[in-house]
């Protein structure tokens, strides 16, 4: 079928390669399947309703189980002059393929696959953030005592652990799934029709439920206009990915010959084509790379979406979504990269504490002591202080005060010797995440399995 509605002719040749692309298989793959999911559902809601006969339902269900169990073979490598839903839907005119827009429009079944497609990657992204944050939790927890400096401004500042460092990290990523968890992916759009509801009386908190939502969205011009969900997916991705890039930045470095505060096993390293000598982390620059893809996704879909009329729009709802999945999944791959780094890192302790004792991070325990033994203001200690690095710096030695015993006594305001406080927090926290995570996923196995207990009862199975 090329022609629809009043239209006498398809479209432009031009227009279907550009739009529709040279065959159908790629939509096959990315979203035919949550297109029978929804159909399936419909299809029981609008018997259950009296608005279908139940012999009409069981034929059309009989076809598209066929075609999914075929895995959709018959549409594969055809073109979709008017898109994959309608080449899906001529494929099942002879079973009674019209019935399926009775109550509902290709607009609001856009918006509801869509939802139910950011599933996979929001489980994926999820997944990915929390084994990075176990792999920090458990890291810091085995390096704890390794003492090194944390900088500012790249230079040595103060004593802490390498323990402590990764800890801090993992309170960031923390957040990163926390803003995961805020993503409301609870509202179902089915039933909404093209932007102004239906006068049938359909059931939408029934396809809502079989389809693993909460409830249905209450006002159907929200429905398919918005897709606000995919720019705070891409916005909470683009601040992981600025996390992990950040991580990327320290860690670099630290693996260089000119910190050696790290080294890697030759599985998570490469070699030079020329230079026999290098082991290249090269990881973490793919990494970093990798989460630069979720900021582009993020302003192309928002520039997509700005300024456009709030309705059903082909720029937001195809154009501006169009960017999610790489954004998303390179963030996953960085992410994935980043959470082996972790995992095989080794500290040189030696060398970490060399660089404490050779940085004077001392110095602001120091100053700290003549304030609280001396009484001097903490002005004139820190010239005081100063004043004598140099002398020490001029004669090639170091200060007297051991940066490990200053990490050690750093116990306030969430210093090194708090460390063990914030692991038990850590460790809440993302058994809280994974707990919530895991029930999310609970639910939509559990919605799909009470869908096909419904499409089942309709069939006169058991």
């Given at each position: 079928?090329?022609?629809?509605?009043?239209?006498?002719?398809?479209?432009?040749?031009?227009?279907?390669?550009?739009?529709?692309?040279?065959?159908?298989?790629?939509?096959?793959?990315?979203?035919?399947?949550h297109i029978v999911q929804v159909d399936r559902t419909h299809l029981?809601?609008?018997?259950?309703?009296?608005?279908v006969a139940a012999d009409t339902a069981r034929t059309l269900l009989h076809a598209i189980d066929d075609l999914k169990a075929a895995e959709f073979a018959p549409l594969r490598g055809q073109q979709a002059p008017r898109g994959l839903f309608l080449l899906y839907e001529s494929h099942l005119a002879d079973a009674?393929?019209?019935?399926?827009?009775?109550?509902?429009?290709?607009?609001?079944?856009?918006?509801?696959?869509?939802?139910?497609?950011?599933?996979?990657?929001?489980?994926?992204?999820?997944?990915?953030?929390?084994a990075l944050q176990a792999a920090l939790i458990d890291r810091a927890a085995a390096f704890a005592d390794v003492v090194m400096p944390a900088y500012t401004h790249y230079q040595p500042a103060v004593p802490i652990t390498y323990?402590?460092?990764?800890?801090?990290?993992a309170f960031a990523i923390g957040r990163d799934v926390d803003a995961?968890?805020?993503?409301?992916?609870?509202?179902?759009?089915?039933?909404?029709?093209?932007?102004?509801?239906?006068?049938l009386p359909i059931d939408s908190a029934r396809t809502a439920e079989l389809l693993g939502f909460e409830h249905p969205v209450a006002n159907s011009v929200d429905a398919v206009a918005s897709r606000d969900v995919v720019l705070r997916l891409l916005a909470a991705a683009t601040i992981c990915g600025t996390n992990v890039s950040r991580v990327c930045a320290d860690l670099l470095p630290w693996l260089g010959g000119e910190y050696g505060f790290l080294s890697l096993s030759d599985d998570l390293v490469g070699s030079s084509s020329l230079m026999p000598q290098k082991r290249n982390a090269f990881v973490l620059e793919q990494a970093q790379g990798r989460?630069?893809?979720?900021?582009?996704?993020?302003?192309?879909?928002?520039?997509?979406?700005?300024?456009?009329?709030?309705?059903?729009?082909?720029?937001?709802?195809?154009?501006?979504?169009?960017?999610v999945w790489q954004g998303v999944r390179s963030i996953v791959d960085a992410l994935r990269l980043v959470t082996l780094i972790v995992e095989g890192a080794v500290p040189n302790r030696e060398r970490m504490l060399q660089r404490a004792v050779e940085g004077y991070t001392t110095a602001t325990a120091?100053?700290?002591?003549?304030?609280?033994?001396?009484?001097?203001?903490?002005?004139?200690?820190?010239?005081?202080?100063?004043?004598?690095?140099?002398?020490l710096e001029a004669r090639g030695e170091a200060l007297d005060v051991d940066p490990t015993s200053v990490a050690r006594a750093s116990r306030h305001?969430?210093?090194?010797?708090?460390?063990?406080?914030?692991?038990?927090l850590l460790r809440g926290e993302h058994a809280a995440h994974a707990e919530a995570v895991a029930q999310q996923e609970k639910h939509w196995r559990a919605a799909e399995a009470d869908l096909d207990r419904a499409v089942a009862h309709l069939m006169g199975g058991t």
């Open positions: 079928m090329t022609t629809t509605g009043r239209l006498t002719s398809g479209l432009h040749p031009t227009i279907v390669d550009i739009v529709f692309g040279a065959d159908v298989d790629h939509a096959i793959d990315a979203e035919l399947a029981v809601m609008l018997v259950e309703r009296g608005l009674g393929g019209g019935v399926l827009q009775t109550g509902r429009s290709r607009n609001d079944l856009n918006a509801t696959v869509l939802l139910l497609r950011l599933r996979h990657e929001w489980s994926a992204i999820a997944a990915a953030a929390l323990g402590h460092w990764l800890a801090g990290v995961l968890l805020d993503l409301d992916l609870s509202r179902c759009p089915l039933g909404a029709g093209s932007v102004g509801g239906t006068a989460t630069t893809a979720a900021l582009g996704a993020f302003t192309a879909a928002a520039t997509a979406v700005h300024g456009t009329p709030f309705t059903n729009s082909i720029a937001v709802g195809t154009e501006a979504v169009g960017h120091m100053a700290d002591r003549l304030v609280t033994e001396e009484g001097m203001t903490f002005r004139d200690a820190h010239h005081t202080v100063g004043a004598h690095i140099n002398e305001g969430g210093g090194p010797a708090s460390l063990e406080q914030g692991l038990a």
